[in-house]
Structure formats: C-alpha cells, structure tokens
C-alpha cells in the first residue's frame, strides 16, 4: 500500500517541490525516509485500533500535485454561511486558499501557508513543525512527505477578536482525489479569538482528504476552535491536530460532525504552561455506514492544568463510531485536574461502538476521572412524555437533541449554537444538513 | 503550621516505609528435583508427554499448540516493561522426585516443612478448616487431601495428569475448549509444555461441600511453571476454589504462564478465588517473578454465574485477565480486584466481559493501589455481541496513588454491537486523601494506622468477596506489601 505513494513521491518530487510551501519542502525528505520505514499505521496500532480510514489509503488517487485551481465561482465558494454570525469568511478549495469576504480586521492574519513563509518567516519559523515533529507518527511522516500548502491563522499580540473568523474548506474534485494539506495556527501573547473550521464537499466528489494542523496558543492567549463537518459519504477525513498551550492559555476545542463518510481525527493537547485551560469535546452523529473515530490524547505537562473531555456520540443504522481518549498526566505536575465523559447511543443492531476511555497517571497530586456509558434512551422519559401527548417520535427526537444539547451550548458564538441546534434537529430528522437554499453540499 | 509540617514529615516516613518493606515469606526448600535440561523443541515436547506418560491425543495437542507457538511474536501492547525473555534457556520441566505418595507419612518431610512455613500445615487443615487442599510444589501433584469425601459426592478433585488417566473422556471433552491453544503466546506455550495442575469436576445438582484449595509454590530454580487447571460445574453445581501463592526469594527471573478454564452449566455457580504473592523483585527491582497467565470462564449453560476475585501483590510483572465469555441466557460475571504494586513492580489486569446471550450481566470492581516507582494498569474489554439484548455492565475502577513516582493508568475498552446494552464505566484517581488522613489524626489515630484503615477500607469491597480464610491472609498480604510497619 505504501509502495505506490513512495513512488509517486520519488517521481514528482521535483513537481512537489516547485509548488509547495517552503517550509514544507525542508522537512519533505526527511519525511519521506521515515515514511518509507514506518509505512501506514495497521489496525495492530493501539492508537489506530479502530482506525476506519487507514483501509481506503489503498486506492489510487489523483493528487494535484501542480496545483491546479479548481473552477468555483466566487458565489459558490461565500454560499455556505451562517444567518448573523457576521464572521470573516475565509473560503478554500482542498488545500488551496481561494478568497475572502471582506478585509481582516486589525492583528490578524489569514493566508496561505506559502504566503506566510514569505511575509511572516519568523513566525513561521517558531511554530512550524514543532508539534508535529514531537508526536510524529507515521501519518504524520505521510503528510509531511506530501503535503503542499495550507492556511496560516496569526492573531497578534494583544487582539482581542470578538468577529469570529470562519474557514470554509470546500472539497471538490471530478476524479477520485487525495489532498494533503498542512495548517499552521498561532495565537499571540493575550491574544484572543474564534476559529471555525468549516468541511463541505461538492456533491459527489470523492475525496480522501488528509490534514496536519498545528495550533500554538501562546500564554494567556485564548482560543475557541470548531471543527464542524458536515461533508457526504463520499468524503473519508483523516486529520491530525497538535496544539500547545503556554501558561495561563484557555482553548475550547469543539468537534462537530453532522455528516461525513469516513472520519478519522487524531488530536493531540499539550499543556505546556502552569494554569493552562482546556475544553474539550465534540458530537458525532452517524447513521448509513458512516464511521467516525475520536482520538484524543492530552499531555499534562505542566501543574495547576484543568482540562475537561466530553464526548457524545449518536449511531443509527449501520454506522460505526469510535472513541479513544487518553488524558496523560506527567511526572512531577502538581494539582492536575483531569475529567474524562464519553456517552452515547446505539439505535440498532447493526450500529457498532467502540470506546476506550483512558487516564495514564504519574503523578500523585491530581483529580482525575472519567466515566463512558453506552446505552439507549430512558424509557421512562419517554413514556413521560408520551403521557403528556407528545408522540413516540418527536419525544425520541426531543430526548436525542437534549442528549446532545451540552456539546453544542458549549458554543459561545449565539448564532452558530442555533444554527448547530437546527441542523442537528434536521439531521435526527433524517432531513439531511443543507444549509438553506445550498446548491452545494 | 508546625504542626501541619510535623504531619507531613510524619506520613512521608509512612511512606517510606510501607514503600520499603521487605518480602517476608521468601526461602528456599531443600528437595531434589528432576529438571530436564534447558530449551524447548519439539523433542522436550514430546519428553514432557511420555514422562508423564501421556495418551497420543495429548502429545498431538501438545505438538500442534507447539508449532503454532513457533509462528507466534510476543505481543508488545501491554503497558508494560518486560525484559527479553529468552525461551530456549528455560527448562520446561521439573517434579519432586518422590512421586505420588499414599500416604502423609510418605510425603518428604522438608515438604511438610515449607507447607509449615506458609502456615498450611495439612493434618490441621484436615482437621481444622475443612478444605481439601491439593498442594502443588513445583508441577507434580504431591498429595491431595480429602478425596475420599469428595468422592462420595461424585466430585472430582485431582491433579490434570492423573485426570487424564483416570478421567480421559471429560479432560479430552473440555480440555482447550474454553481457552484454545491459538488463543494467545503464552496460552499457546502453556498448552504445549503444561506440566501439571488441578481438574474439578462437580457433577449435576451437587453442591460442593467444602472450599477446594490449591496451593502453588514455584521452587526450583530456572524452572518455568506452566499450570493447567481446569474446572467444569455441571447443571445445577456450585463450587469455590480457592487459588493462593508465595514463591521463595531468588534472583533470577522466572516465567510462570499458567491457564484457567472453567466451564459453567446451567445454573450453575463458579466462585474462584485468587490471592497471590509470588516475589516480586527486590528494592531496585531485580528478580521477580514473570505473571502472565490466561483465566477464562465459559458460562456455557443458561442463568449461570462465575466470579472472579483476586487479590495480586506479588509478581515483579504481572500480565493477566481473568475473563468470562457469558454464552448462556440470564449468566452472570462478576470480577473484583485488588491489585498492588511498590518498588519497581508492574501490572497490567484487568478483564474481559463478552456477552452473547440474552439478558447477561457483568460488573467488574478494580482498585489499584501504587506504591514506590511501580506501574499499576486496569485494562478491561466489556463486549456486547449483536444478540445479546438487554446486556448489562457496570465498571468501576479506582486508583489510589501513595506518592509521586508511581504510575497508575486505566485502560477500559467497550465494544456496543447491541442497541439495548447498556454499558457502564466510571473511574477516579487520586492520591491519599489528606482530609481523611486529617480526620483520623483528631480523633487520635495516629497517621500511621490512618493509612492503613484507608487502604484496607479501600479494598474492602473486593476483600469480602473472598472466603473467610483468604480474607484473613490477603488483609495481611496487603499489610506485608504496603504498610511496612503500619501493618
């Protein structure tokens, strides 16, 4: 399986070179050593037990490796938007950065990841691949090896970002086709914002779409990052996020998925710095032969950090979901406190879930737990419901969205929370997550 | 805040010492072995098999476990960290010379010593506690005890190899059912080389009238032991047995991989109780013994039961799950544990509940405590099969940390194939509680016992799961291995 991408890196890699960040050329063929070592992660993998991505990386893609841009109008591209959220629309194709809505307000910047090493060298400098290359694991060696472009989020020192920037990745592609794309985030000193990472996919496109995105959030620094997909069954995602916290830094990570194909998120926190925050969680919800897989891992490096975890998972029909969560708390940290919480429910006989709820512990000073359950919905509710006229159905309906109620209420931004709220009210309903009048997704 | 300094200092010096104990029951007793040289090949396969005198099915079980053994790696993803072990410089077999005796005057005198020193003499057990007790030194059966009583009753109490001798049919029926030999490395390993071990038989409707005992002792050196036991409760039987060890003190490492398998028929009950103290390395964490053992229980039949209860202390490594596969509508599995690691001690334990048939219920109770530079692991599989409808689970997992070095992880698995599972699973870590540790003090309970009541309160849930006697010895083993002297 690995045979085939070695080759078409070691026949292009002049071709990969040329159109490629720089950045990404320096490291390209230490990662491609490694890779040829390593090969693809199997099942045997502990972290890649359940892994429902790693059997599709044998087909034979494209890869745009002279990266060609797409046709997609200017229209198509600013359709996906969320009524009131008056944010920075940041719209992508794959990999590539296409155009935005308006200016950027003051001590931000949004580019791409080739532009960024021209204009912000020493930024780049700084963040890039020091996450990466600390937890590389052989996905990560893969993505280095090919990976071309990406976007580059700076919030300055002391911006305070009240409009939330949103970055719409539109997958698109008449072939069946792989990107890889390698994201950069760095949030400054007291720096604060809101990042929304939205996936779509054109309707048919077939598309293995793999991401590295490295998140630096600098002390006292805070960031609020949604990842929401809501892509097609013919998209399979495979995604690895490495953050850092500094001291005294606070992020919200949330992790939505309404609707995909095949997902796979692989995401790593290290609270570097004393009293870092952490929030982090996410919603799945599966039906068809949709497989989703949470892998999460949160390195308490430093003392007096707070993380909490919190993960939902909704399955119907023949859909598949995973969830592994580590919380790891090193030698020598004082004070940890350390949450864990994976719930959720299987509709069918043919739903499958996996969960792998973890704490490593070295240390002695800390407060840790966490508790998973999988079940299904209360009967007495239900009936209580029932009791008072509401139907079968629409009480199910009310129990699953309350069920899933604290994963979206942790959104601070008002108008995505509603909006989540319906789309995931019609995505129960079995009505699909359109956004109104979408000629795309 | 003097004061608070001087309590502080106080509970370190508890620290240290129940982190510094030293194995109290370790010695070694003069009797002359017969070891067959070190390797393993198929010839020392086939040598072990005609030693004992073994029928043909056996020997070809033995060299098909064997073979596949040969294609097996041994896996790595335990959270552990195990040394190179070098197979071929074992020898696979070793038993007292004087084989078989009639009679308690025959059994060798140094024997009845070690059985002594362990506080099992046999005559007072007779007399005293009622349990038979076929006691086990190295892997030949040397003398069981109260068979005549059980036999009336139609059970059969004896050691594997006499069992395939006198009860070739049941042994042949049952034998690698429950845990194949492709099962896993060291399961594969063990069904090629086993050497001796315990085989119960409860026939229907009986009620096993006493507490059936086996007592391990690993005693020579350079010797792997590699136990079979084997317990099949047939429809309507209840059984507890009763499964203790303490292993002399020596430096080099030593392999014990051993095999459970218990087959459980329609409403019938299996209690089996495990507390073990084998050596676990000293201070700096030299020698110990190797734990890697494979324990299954099959509830085959309709509303039966097993439960699983263990109190682990010893081992420099220990790598087991006992495990229930609950096949039969309405059956139950429940797992306690208590274990214990200090120094330079790991553990990976934990179980795995697989439920298949309707309405089946499992709980699982696992408290680990570290001290010293140990590594302690809960590592659990709750698995519900598509058919299994209205499948039950609670875990619980606690972990108790007595200073800053030591590790303690929990790995639980849940696998939900089944929409009417509901499955359960919570666990906390934390260390010693210092506003307990506080509250004793003022009620003038020095720091000293005050560690000691919360540790024993601690494990107590899983301790009155035990059988009157083995709580007795397992609340001291904990005191042997924590509390230095607190206890």
């Known amino acids: 399986m690995k045979q085939q991408y070695i080759d078409v890196y070691a026949d292009n890699r002049d071709l990969i070179k040329a159109n490629s960040a720089p950045c990404l050329n320096i490291i390209r063929d230490a990662a491609a050593e490694a890779f040829k070592i390593t090969g693809f992660p199997t099942h045997k993998d502990e972290a890649y037990l359940y892994c429902p991505t790693l059997q599709y990386l044998a087909t034979d893609y494209g890869l745009n490796l002279k990266q060609i841009e797409p046709k997609v109008s200017e229209k198509e591209l600013f359709h996906c938007s969320v009524p009131g959220i008056n944010s920075v629309v940041v719209a992508m194709v794959n990999d590539q950065m296409r155009a935005i809505s308006e200016t950027l307000p003051d001590g931000v910047v949004v580019c791409s990841l080739k532009d960024a090493c021209e204009r912000y060298p020493e930024e780049v400098e700084n963040c890039f691949n020091s996450l990466a290359s600390k937890h590389a694991d052989a996905m990560t060696h893969f993505n280095n090896m090919l990976a071309q472009n990406g976007f580059f989020v700076y919030v300055k020192k002391n911006t305070q970002l009240e409009q939330p920037l949103q970055i719409v990745r539109m997958l698109d592609a008449t072939i069946e086709m792989m990107t890889v794309a390698h994201n950069l985030v760095y949030v400054a000193d007291n720096a604060q914002a809101k990042l929304l990472l939205c996936d779509h996919n054109r309707k048919g496109s077939k598309v293995f779409h793999d991401t590295l995105t490295e998140v630096v959030v600098a002390p006292h620094a805070r960031l609020e990052l949604y990842e929401l997909e809501s892509t097609s069954e013919t998209t399979i995602s495979h995604s690895q996020l490495f953050v850092t916290q500094a001291e005294g830094s606070e992020m919200l990570l949330n992790q939505l998925t309404l609707s995909n194909g095949i997902t796979h998120r692989h995401t790593v926190v290290d609270l570097d710095g004393d009293h870092a925050n952490l929030w982090l969680g996410g919603m799945v919800l599966n039906d068809r032969q949709q497989k989703t897989e949470n892998y999460t891992e949160i390195n308490h490096n430093a003392s007096y950090c707070n993380c909490k975890e919190l993960f939902k998972y909704i399955l119907d029909e023949e859909a598949e979901g995973a969830f592994s969560g580590r919380i790891i708390v090193g030698d020598g940290t004082k004070q940890t406190e350390a949450y864990q919480t994976n719930r959720n429910l299987c509709l069918t006989n043919t739903a499958k879930m996996h969960a792998k709820p973890q704490l490593e512990i070295y240390a002695d000073d800390v407060k840790c737990g966490h508790g998973a359950t999988t079940g299904q919905l209360d009967e007495t509710a239900l009936f209580y419901m029932q009791a008072r006229g509401i139907g079968k159905e629409e009480a199910r309906m009310l129990l699953m969205l309350a069920f899933v109620a604290d994963v979206i209420d942790k959104i601070t931004v008002e108008p995505l929370r509603d909006r989540l709220r319906m789309m995931t009210e019609k995505r129960l309903r079995g009505e699909g997550v359109k956004c109104n009048n979408c000629s795309l997704c | ?487």
């Open chain 2, 1 to 487: 805040m003097a004061e608070d300094k001087i309590n502080n200092t106080k509970s370190d010096d508890i620290i240290a010492d129940v982190t510094s104990g030293d194995y109290k029951y370790g010695f070694t007793t003069d009797i002359e072995t017969e070891v067959i040289p070190i390797g393993l090949n198929e010839e020392v396969v086939r040598l072990i098999s005609a030693k004992k005198e073994e029928p043909e099915w056996l020997l070809e079980f033995r060299l098909k476990a064997f073979r596949h053994w040969q294609t097996l790696k041994m896996p790595k993803w335990a959270h552990l960290n195990i040394p190179e072990i070098d197979y071929q410089a074992i020898s696979y077999y070793a038993a007292p010379r004087k084989n078989a005796p009639k009679s308690l005057d025959e059994v060798d005198p140094e024997l009845l010593k070690t059985f002594d020193k362990l506080g099992i003499p046999l005559e007072e057990q007779k007399a005293l506690s009622g349990m038979a007790v076929d006691a086990v030194m190295d892997s030949v059966s040397v003398k069981t005890t109260f068979r005549e009583t059980l036999a009336e009753k139609g059970i059969i109490f004896c050691s594997i190899s006499e069992a395939v001798k006198s009860y070739p049919d049941l042994v042949k029926q049952y034998l690698g059912s429950v845990v194949s030999y492709a099962d896993n490395f060291f399961a594969a390993l063990n069904c090629a080389v086993f050497s001796d071990g315990s085989f119960v038989y409860i026939p229907k409707g009986v009620r096993c009238p006493m507490e059936l005992s086996t007592y391990f002792r690993i005693n020579a050196g350079k010797t792997g032991q590699f136990e079979r036991t084997l317990i099949v409760a047939d429809d309507d039987s209840y059984v507890s047995y009763l499964e203790g060890c303490t292993a002399p003190q020596r430096d080099e490492n030593q392999l014990h991989a051993a095999i459970v398998e218990i087959v459980v028929m329609n409403n019938a009950e299996v209690k089996y109780s495990t507390v073990q103290n084998w050596y676990p390395g000293d201070k700096e964490g030299k020698g110990g013994i190797y734990n890697f053992v494979t324990k299954r229980a099959l509830c085959k039949g309709d509303n039966s039961k097993v439960s699983w209860t263990q109190v682990e202390t010893g081992s420099a490594i220990t790598w087991k799950y006992p495990s229930c596969v609950l096949k039969g509508d309405n059956s139950i599995g429940e797992f306690y544990s208590v274990a214990v690691t200090n120094n330079y001690q790991q553990a990976d334990t934990g179980t795995k509940m697989i439920h298949i048939g309707k309405n089946t219920r499992s709980r699982i109770v696992s408290k680990g405590i570290s001290a010293g530079k140990s590594e302690n692991s809960y590592r659990g599989l709750v698995k519900v099969m598509p058919g299994a409808e209205n499948a039950r689970n609670f875990s619980q997992c606690d972990s108790l940390l007595l200073n800053d070095h030591c590790g303690a992880h929990t790995f639980p698995y849940m696998d939900i194939q089944n929409p009417t599972a509901v499955v359960e699973h919570e666990a906390t870590t934390s260390k010693i509680n210092e506003d307990q540790l506080f509250y004793c003090n003022q009620r003038g309970i020095s720091t000293e016992d005050a560690v000691g009541l919360i540790v024993n309160g601690y494990a107590r849930e899983v301790i009155n799961k035990l059988p009157m006697e083995f709580a007795v010895e397992a609340q001291k083993l904990l005191s042997v291995s924590l509390e230095g002297s607190v206890g």
